[in-house]
């Protein structure tokens, strides 16, 4: 059984590919998880949702495909 791994996609991104890799990790539709990132951002004054979106893209590797 192949174990899975969080990476950030490169082949269905708009800026990185954190919200991308996000919804290939949990099997969801890659459109809700950029609503709601974008939900969590607003509503937290961007400040937050910012910040944790630069630190996925340096910690989240890059897939391979």
Known sequence: MEQKKLT???SDK????VCSGFAKY???DVTLV???????TLFSAAFP???LYIICM???PQDHE
């Open 8 to 10: 950030r996609s490169m």
């Open 14 to 17: 708009t800026l990185c590919g």
């Open 26 to 28: 949990f099997n969801v």
């Open 34 to 40: 950029r609503v709601l990132y974008a939900a969590l």
């Open 49 to 51: 949702g910012i910040i």
């Open 58 to 60: 340096l910690i989240i």
